[in-house]
C-alpha cells in the first residue's frame, strides 16, 4: 500500500501542471486565468500536503519501512506545506506588479513541485 500514495503526488502532479494549467492558460483571458489559478493553486498542495501526511502515516504503520520512504514522504509534506506557504505573498508580488519577487516566488513553487515528482517517482526505486 505504501506506494500507493506516492503513485498518486507523481500522478496529481503530472495531470495538474501538464493537462489542467496549459489547457486554463490556452482557453482562458488573463484575469479568468489568473482568478481560477488562485482558487486552484492551493487545492493543489493542501492535497499534495495531505497525501504526503497519508504516506508517512502508512509508512509508519508498515511492518518493515525504509529510511529513504521516511524522507520522501516528509520532503513531500514539507516542501508541500512551503509552497502552499508562499501562495499569498506570489500573488501579493503580481498584484503589486513586482515582476521580480514574483518571479522568484513562482520560481521556488516551480523547483520544489519538480523536486516533489522526481522524489516520488524514485520512491519506487528505494
Same mark, same amino acid.
Given at each position: 500500500?505504501?506506494?500507493?500514495? #506516492?503513485?498518486? &503526488?507523481?500522478?496529481? $502532479?503530472?495531470?495538474? /501542471?501538464?493537462?489542467? %494549467?496549459?489547457?486554463?492558460?490556452?482557453?482562458?483571458?488573463?484575469?479568468?486565468?489568473?482568478?481560477?489559478?488562485?482558487?486552484?493553486?492551493?487545492?493543489?498542495?493542501?492535497?499534495?500536503?495531505?497525501?504526503?501526511?497519508?504516506?508517512?502515516?502508512?509508512?509508519?504503520?508498515?511492518?518493515? #519501512?525504509?529510511? &529513504?520512504?521516511?524522507? $520522501?514522504?516528509?520532503? /513531500?509534506?514539507?516542501? %508541500?506545506?512551503?509552497?502552499y506557504a508562499i501562495i499569498p505573498a506570489t500573488n501579493?508580488?503580481?498584484d503589486e506588479g513586482n515582476k521580480k519577487r514574483f518571479?522568484?516566488?513562482?520560481?521556488?513553487?516551480?523547483?520544489?513541485?519538480?523536486?516533489?515528482?522526481?522524489?516520488?517517482?524514485?520512491?519506487?526505486?528505494?
Open positions: 500500500m505504501h506506494f500507493y500514495f #506516492p503513485g498518486m &503526488i507523481v500522478g496529481i $502532479i503530472l495531470l495538474q /501542471t501538464a493537462i489542467v %494549467a496549459p489547457t486554463l492558460f490556452k482557453k482562458l483571458e488573463s484575469k479568468e486565468f489568473s482568478n481560477v489559478i488562485r482558487f486552484l493553486w492551493p487545492k493543489f498542495f493542501l492535497f499534495l500536503i495531505v497525501i504526503g501526511i497519508a504516506s508517512l502515516v502508512d509508512l509508519y504503520l508498515h511492518d518493515d #519501512p525504509n529510511n &529513504i520512504h521516511y524522507a $520522501i514522504a516528509g520532503l /513531500t509534506t514539507l516542501f %508541500a506545506i512551503i509552497c501579493r508580488a503580481t518571479n522568484l516566488l513562482h520560481k521556488l513553487s516551480v523547483v520544489l513541485t519538480v523536486i516533489i515528482l522526481l522524489l516520488n517517482i524514485g520512491f519506487l526505486f528505494v
